[in-house]
Structures are given as C-alpha cells and as structure tokens.
C-alpha cells in the first residue's frame, strides 16, 4: 500500500491505500465524506458522481491513485460563496424548492452535474438539461421536478448581484 | 374545490426533508460506522438446481482477516424458518441454502471478514461440490405434473391455486351479444432502488439486545426477526432514523437481516451486509410479478362490457416471498373503474427456478390494470369503436358512489368521467389525433394508447385472510404521538422508516393544520421499535390516510385538552370556545394565548380541570377506515380509498427501427385531497417513468440454463432524462368520505396505469398492420421485427 494523497473540496487528504481502491471508496471511507454514494459501481447510474477539475466524473470508475493531482469536488464542497452548515447554495435551494428529489439518494451526484452544466452554460433549454443529467438515473421522480430545478437554478444564477465568482469555489 | 378550505394542507410548501438530501446529509444504512465492524459476502449459486454435497470453507477461513464462514446448515440449525403467509410448511425459505440451491444466484454460503473486500476475496477460496439437479423455468411448465418441484418435499410447484366466482358469470356471458379472449404477458421487472439493500445488527451479550440498521420498507419488521432468532421481540430494536435511498415496495431484506442478526449474535459484534448491483438484482429476492393472465370478455354491441373470466399465473421464483398475495390486492379493483357486472377470478402463483419475488410499487395492481385495459382496447377493435367512447359508456358514474364491485368493495368516491373531460381539454384531444395523423402521413408509426384505472389504498392487508383462511388479519393500524414542551414546541413521533415519501413533511403539514401551527415549527422525530407505538410501514399507499390519520386525531385530542384547560380557566363552556392559531377565545373576548396554555399544563395542575393528567401530550392508533370484518363468502371491503388515474399519451417510432419516442404524456389524477402538491406530482411522475420502464426496457431475463441475463445497469434498462418525456398532470379533486381531510393514497400513482397506457399506444401504431403485442416490455427489437415480419 502507497500513500495517495488527494484534493478533495480545496483540502489535502492523505492515508496509505491499496491500488483496487476507488475513488468513491476512497472518498466515504477514507476521507469520510459519505454525501457521495454507491449506485451500480459499474459507471451507469451515475449516484457516486464528483467533480474532477469541474468535470462530472463517476468515482466508481476511478481509482483512488488517478486522482492524484486533481481537484475534486464533492456534494460537501457545494454551496454558496462561503456557505455554513445549514445554508444552501442556488441550485441546492432550486432542487428544494422544485421538490427535485424524493429519497435524496441519486441527489448528491445530480446536483454536481447541474454544477457542471451551469457552470459552463448559463442558459440551459430544457434539452441541455436532460442531457447533462442524462448519465444520472433517478427512480423517484421521473426527472420532471429535476428539470424544473435546474431550469430554476440557472435563471437564480443569472440573476443574482454577486457576479465575483462562480459557485463551485470550494469554501 | 378552488376556496382556500386549508392553511396549510394542499398549499405549496417545501418538503423539510429535502434540505439535508440537497447538501448530501441524508443518513443512509451505509453511511453508518459502527466499532469493530465486521462485513458478509454472500457466495453465489451457478446452477439453477443443485444438490448441495459439501461447502469446503477452510481454505478462505485461512485467510487474513476472515473471521468466519456460515453455511445454510449451520443457520438452519440456529433459526426459525422465514416468515410465509401461506399454508406451505414444506416450502421452507431460510437466509441462505439448506441442503439444495433453487435458483442462479441464490446464497449458498456467508463469508465474515474484517471487510468486504477481503469477504469478496475469501469467497474465491470456497469450494462447493454440488450435482445439478432439474429445473424449471416457465411458469405454465412448473404447473405440469411432468416438471421438478422446486422444493420436492412439497410435492408440487404449486403455492396458490385459488378460484373466485362474484356474480353471475356463466348467465351474462350467455346473454351477452359477443365476447371475445386473448392473453397477455407482464414481463419479470422490479423497482430497482438506486441504493441496494443494506443492513448493520449489532449484538450487545451485556443488555441482551440486537440493534438494527437497515434501509428498509417492512410490515412488521422487527417482529420477523425476532421469530426466525429465537429472541424475545423486546431485544430487537430497529432503527428507524435511517434514510433509505428508494424502494417502492421491495426493500424487505428479511433474509439478509436475519443472516446478519445470527452473526451479529454469534460473534458478538456488529455486523454488515451492503448488497453489491449485482447481488440486489440477481438474489436480493426482489423481484416483482411475472404474470401471464388469459383473459375472456363478454359484451354487447353497444360496448356495454357485462363480465370478465381472468386467469393470472403468477411465477413466483424459488420461494413464496410475498408473490402470492400479490395476487390479492387486485382483487379490491378487479373490475378497474367499470360496470362490470360479474367476475370469475382464478389466481395461481407457482415456484419456479428463478429469483424470489418481492412487494413491488401496487402489489400486483399494474399488471392486473394492464390486462384489464387490454381487454377495453381490444373489445373497441372487435366493436369497430372508438376507444375512448368505449371506456366513457363503461365508467361508474359520479352519482353511483359509494359502488360495490362484484368481489366485495366498495369504491368511495370519483368523477371519472369529469377527470377524463379534464384531461382531453387540456390535451386538446383532437389536435393530439390530427398529430397521430400527421406523423403516419410522414411515414412513422404513431400512436395513441389510453388508460384508465383505480389506486387502491389504505387498507387491511386484507388479502391475507381472503387468500389464507387461518390468517385473520382484520387491523393494519399505524400510530403518531405528539408532545407539546414546557417551552411550547411541538414534537411529533412517528415509528418507520421513509423512502422519499415525505413523512416528516405530511405529519408536521397535517398537525400545523389542526393546531393552526406553522408546521416549519413542528419538529418530527423517529424513535426505535421498541420507543414506538404499532405500526405497520409505508406499503399499500397506505400514509396519507394512516399516518396523516393519525397524526389529525392525536392533534385533535391535543386541542380538545387544551380547550378543556381554558373552559375550566375561563369558565366557560367548552363549546362556546373558539380555537384560533392556538390561542383561545371566549365569547365575551376573553382569550387564553399558546403560551398560557402551556404553563397552565406545565406548571399549574391546580388549575387544570379535576382529574386531568398535567402536560400536554397524545398518541393515536388509527384502524383502518372501513376495515372492521374478515373476509366472508371470497368477499372483502379490501380497501377504503380508490384514487383514480387517466392516462393519455402519443407515441411514435420508425417503422424499421423501432425506438419508441413519446411526444406528449397527460395524466388525470384525483387522490382527493392532496397534502403537499408538490410530493404527490413527484411520486405521480416517478410512477409513471417506472411504468414506461416497464412497458418498453425493463426485464429481468433467463437464458434456457436459468442464468439471469440481465443483472447490471448496462443490460437492466431503466429509464433516463431522455425517455421520459415532459408529463402533464391534470388534477382534480374528490374527496374520499372516509378519511380526516377526504385524502386517499398516491403512492403508487402513475405506475398503475403507464404500463397500459404505452403499450395501448404501440398498439395502436401497429394496429393497421394487424399485430398485437402480448408482452411487456415492447423492447424496440420486438417491434421492428413485428414489422419486418409483417412487410416481407
């Protein structure tokens, strides 16, 4: 076993770790973050979705020593500009507001693909929206609330006052 | 019902669940750490049969950190037998196989290890000699004499073989002008929660007790375990705080919580068993109905359909599970939203060499609703009818409420015909049929398919006696207590699990409506089993009118005990009082506020009424509505409540290629009064994108040797954002008379009828060409072949 060494929502985490292990492994037992959850772990349901470098990745698919000298972010690392515990960033709040979820499960990676999508496109047509959450299946509630979300999300963001940075800065 | 009737109920409020969901903060089973954890892997079965010759566990046992292997044998000698609700002793289902394996997958043995990953290594050191044995696939071959029963001490594969005569059936196919059969096919699928099943129990020898954590949906949980362990029901206490990520009826898990208890037990240390994908879907034993009904309609030339013979042959899998009685609940709507006069119901579940069936979202309604719409379809082709016409001429009619159908319930209430009106308005009907059109002019198959059908829910769980004489089940209570504290806040307990039906939500909405609370101040809290009044978990659509039932009238023995307090302090008549967003006020404009109740509770016995207990606090356990006797003469009131839903949706699909494309999906729906808005539209869309699942992708498939095929995401088709479409609810509202605020059930609402809806749509695309598809799913393949087949 090596010491692999990640970044993980803007902080270094370190601990001796087998090769087989995966990222998603990695990331509940070892950094103990466990917002990221174990779907399929064969890269369709898209439950253990994070964001490498900004980019939705399946941590399922990825071991634990490929992510070494990226920046990942996980549900934890989502929120508003300095966010507490108890306060929610836009597009949480949207998917709350929406009632975008049931059991919250697939919930985590959904938000870090909307994260994603809005981060590079601001104005999403529903079409852009069922695309990006394409890779991620929810059970529940048949995406329509999920949409709905996401659509509502982006035009909070657009038209928010804070226009110094976008939300995916870790805190 | 536009008048604001409700402060809270039926208003747009946030669901309080979702905050901790939205920031990754839910709680689920594996989450959870708990000191010097031990893990299980569970050893697969390759053979559909076999005969179990010898389980050679030493050379995993060997290995670093493996603490421990556990055969059937050894279980078998430890514990009760699994809970059956039928009359089979001889069909014994224990956690893992004893003696045989009857079915690919099947658990043979358990590894323990210091972690999963070294239980996955170990599991690759064990050696089992087994002989293969006969098996049996097809549920109409299990029923011959000819075939290999699963379980040879049983002596047949034969579980249920039930017969049901409601009315005239022979006289009004005799007077009928025509009639016709057919037979249909609901394929082998399941819910398929996104989090797997899982389970933590934990023995503690010092206080004798078994703690567990699980990601479960059960009827009496706690109690199963307790039976099949040997332990008192008070040393069994489940958690009931856990988060659990999906189920729709299957997560029971009972085998795997039992298998993990007795190691948990044996050891003396906590133990866990997270299934992998592929164990949920190859042996998590939860499966749901895989039904082929024979069908027979009679009718007249006027469409007027007068009775129905169904045969449903259910195959059940390997074991009984709960397969059986989901046979049962169809028959509280066997007649769906129709007139039919007369029924003749045979119901037949069979074990076959295939994984065992679990509850699935409707208990066997689905399949049942998707026959009995076959069945409206196909007496409109053979009537050259219309459709739609066909179904508006059979429809009970608003002004026949309460109705009693042939098997023995009464529907509550409904205005079908005005929710259908509602939804061809707001679909406008006839621009959807100039699109059909449209589309076949450009060269497409298209379709309209149209369902209707009924939610039963609420009830009694009735289908056990009616199904199993010995089983006089007549209660399926559920309970809520509420205490108001010394600083007057509310707190509300409520005793299971939930599985994104919004429980916390729907308990603090309702008792914010009774005590006039803002229910953002109502804190909800879920103790464990053994701090918890009876209850009997979120199955059979049951919530709303249960736990929001019960959580009304503990909120009103609250107010009444307050009003006691401020008559006896106002003295005043308590019926001259009135209440007013908790305060208290009396004629002459006197008032007690809130917070002079809750000292006066707290604080002040001497002067509270004489005899009255100090503190402010109440518990209900609410009976079913309308569930007061057993089944007598094959009849029962099975269900209070009966939420209707009308599906209309257009479907096109290039004739060679096959790949269905909904264009537009409408769907009336009338659960009564509706709690939160939001939550019952996301249950009704959830419903609906399973039952498209079901309809076109989803099927747990068997090669000839018994090997699932289907047993990862990547064969096990569910739908993505890109087959399901936008879908328009329509809503309307019909009180039912039997509930606090006239609500009834909605958590099965769309999969009921998406199923027949979709295939009625393919149906109807292909209908020109002379095909009938007879199965679900209608994988893309089926169709282009049909067709194919059809032009050369």
Redesign the interface.
């Known amino acids: 076993m090596n010491d692999v060494t990640l970044s993980i929502n803007g902080k270094a985490v370190s601990a001796a770790t087998?090769p087989?292990v995966t990222l998603l492994d990695y990331l509940?037992d070892v950094a103990g973050?466990?917002?990221?959850?174990?779907?399929?772990?064969?890269g369709?349901?898209g439950?253990c979705t994070v964001l490498v470098d900004g980019d939705p990745v399946r941590s399922c698919l990825m071991l634990a020593v490929q992510a070494e000298g990226v920046d990942i972010t996980?549900?934890?690392g989502?929120?508003g500009l300095g966010a507490r515990a108890g306060e929610?960033g836009i597009i949480?709040?949207a998917?709350?507001?929406?009632?975008g979820?049931?059991?919250?499960?697939?919930?985590?990676g959904m938000?870090l693909a909307a994260e994603a999508l809005l981060s590079v496109n601001a104005a999403p047509s529903?079409h852009d929206?069922?695309?990006a959450?394409?890779?991620?299946?929810?059970?529940?509630?048949?995406?329509?609330?999920?949409?709905e979300a996401i659509m509502l999300a982006a035009k909070r963001l657009r038209q928010r006052n804070d226009t110094s940075a976008p939300d995916l800065t870790p805190a | 019902m536009s008048e604001p009737k409700y402060k809270f109920l039926s208003t747009p409020r946030?669901?309080v669940?979702?905050?901790?969901?939205?920031?990754?903060?839910?709680k689920?089973v594996?989450?959870l750490e708990r000191p010097d954890m031990l893990h299980v892997a569970p050893l697969a079965s390759h053979h559909a049969a076999a005969v179990i010759n010898s389980i050679d566990g030493s050379k995993a046992l060997a290995m670093p950190g493996v603490i421990d292997v556990i055969t059937g044998d050894e279980l078998a000698g430890a514990v009760q037998p699994l809970m059956n609700g039928l009359n089979t002793p001889n069909v014994r289902r224990f956690p893992l196989a004893v003696g045989r394996v009857r079915y690919a997958g099947e658990w043979v043995c358990a590894v323990v290890a210091e972690s999963r990953?070294i239980a996955e290594d170990a599991l690759e050191n064990i050696i089992v000699d087994a002989t293969p044995q006969p098996f049996v696939l097809d549920a109409e071959q299990a029923l011959l004499d000819s075939s290999t029963p699963v379980h040879p001490e049983h002596g047949s594969n034969l579980l249920l073989d039930r017969k049901f005569v409601w009315g005239p059936v022979d006289e009004d196919f005799a007077a009928a002008a025509h009639s016709l059969s057919f037979s249909v096919t609901w394929g082998r699928n399941s819910?398929?929660?996104?989090?797997t099943f899982g389970v933590i129990a934990e023995w503690n020898g010092w206080d004798q007790m078994l703690d567990i954590w699980a990601s479960i949906q059960m009827p009496k949980y706690a109690d199963q375990i307790a039976r099949s362990l040997g332990l008192p029901g008070n040393a069994i206490r489940v958690h009931y705080d856990v988060?659990?990520?999906?189920?729709?009826g299957v997560k029971r898990g009972i085998k795997h919580s039992v298998l993990v208890g007795y190691v948990a037990r044996k050891l003396g240390r906590a133990v866990r068993l997270i299934e992998?994908?592929l164990e949920n879907m190859r042996a998590g034993d939860a499966h749901g109905p895989e039904r082929k009904f024979d069908v027979a309609v009679a009718f007249d030339d006027d469409g007027t359909v007068r009775a129905m013979k169904m045969r449903a042959l259910d195959n059940a899998g390997a074991y009984a599970g709960r397969a059986p009685f989901q046979l049962g609940k169809p028959i509280s709507a066997i007649v769906g939203p129709y007139k039919i006069n007369s029924v003749a119901y045979h119901a037949l579940s069979v074990t076959t060499n295939k994984t065992v069936q679990e509850a699935v979202r409707g208990f066997g309604q689905a399949p049942t609703n998707y026959a009995i719409e076959t069945a409206m379809d196909r007496v409109a082709e053979y009537l050259g009818m219309d459709r739609l016409a066909l179904r508006q001429h059979n429809l009970i009619r608003a002004d026949q409420f309460p109705y009693l159908i042939p098997s023995g319930s009464h529907y509550d209430s409904g205005d079908y015909h005005a929710v259908i009106d509602k939804v061809l308005a707001a679909a406008d009907y006839p621009a959807m049929l100039a699109e059909r059109d449209r589309l076949r002019a450009d060269g497409m198959m298209a379709g309209i398919g149209i369902a209707a059908c009924l939610e039963p829910s609420g009830g009694n769980s009735s289908f056990e006696p009616l199904l199993n004489e010995s089983n006089k089940t007549s209660t399926w209570m559920e309970s809520c207590q509420v205490n108001v504290d010394a600083l007057g806040c509310v707190t509300a307990r409520i005793h299971t699990t939930s599985?994104?039906?919004?429980h916390e939500t729907l308990v603090s909405t309702i008792l914010g409506e009774v005590l006039q609370i803002n229910p953002e101040l109502i804190r909800i809290t879920r103790p464990n089993s053994l701090e918890s009044l009876p209850g009997n978990s979120p199955v059979g659509s049951r919530m709303a009118i249960m736990l929001g039932g019960a959580a009304a009238r503990a909120g009103e023995k609250l107010k009444a005990k307050i009003m006691a307090i401020a008559a006896h302090h106002l003295a005043v008549d308590v019926d001259q009082l009135r209440y007013e967003s908790g305060d208290v006020i009396a004629p002459d404009g006197r008032s007690l506020v809130w917070d002079d109740m809750i000292e006066l509770a707290h604080r002040q016995y001497h002067s509270l009424p004489d005899g009255m207990d100090p503190g402010l606090a109440s518990f209900d356990i609410m009976q079913v509505p309308t569930g007061e006797a057993l089944p007598a003469d094959g009849k029962v009131q099975m269900y209070p409540c009966y939420a209707f839903e009308f599906h209309l949706v257009l479907v096109s699909f290039d004739p060679i290629i096959g790949r269905p494309d909904i264009h537009s999906y409408f769907i009336g729906h009338d659960c009564g009064t509706v709690i939160n808005p939001?939550?019952v539209?996301?249950?009704t869309?959830?419903?609906?994108?399973?039952g498209i699942g079901a309809a076109l992708f989803e099927e747990f498939a068997y090669d000839a040797n018994g090997q699932l095929l289907t047993q990862?995401?990547?064969d096990y088709l569910?739908?993505?954002?890109?087959e399901?479409p936008?879908?328009n609810i329509v809503k309307h509202c019909t009180p039912s008379p039997h509930t606090v605020f006239g609500q009834k059930g909605s958590g099965e609402s769309?999969y009921l009828g998406s199923p027949a809806a979709v295939s009625g749509a393919i149906n109807d695309a292909v209908a020109g060409l002379g095909i009938h598809f007879e199965k679900l799913p209608i994988r893309m393949s089926a169709i282009s072949d049909a067709i194919a087949a059809k032009s050369s």
């Open positions: 087998e087989r509940r973050l466990k917002g990221t959850h174990a779907g399929c772990e064969h369709v349901c439950a996980t549900i934890e989502i929120g929610l949480q709040d998917f709350c507001e929406a009632h979820l049931q059991c919250g499960y697939c919930t985590p938000i529903e929206v069922r695309e959450i394409s890779g991620n299946i929810c059970r529940c509630t048949g995406y329509v609330q999920i949409v | 946030r669901p669940e979702d905050r901790r969901f939205v920031a990754g903060r839910g689920y594996a989450d990953a819910t398929v929660p996104i989090e988060d659990v990520g999906g189920s729709y992998d994908r599985s994104g039906q919004g939001a939550i539209s996301g249950m869309y959830g419903g609906i994108a399973h990862s995401f990547l569910m739908p993505s954002s890109h399901v936008a879908i769309g």
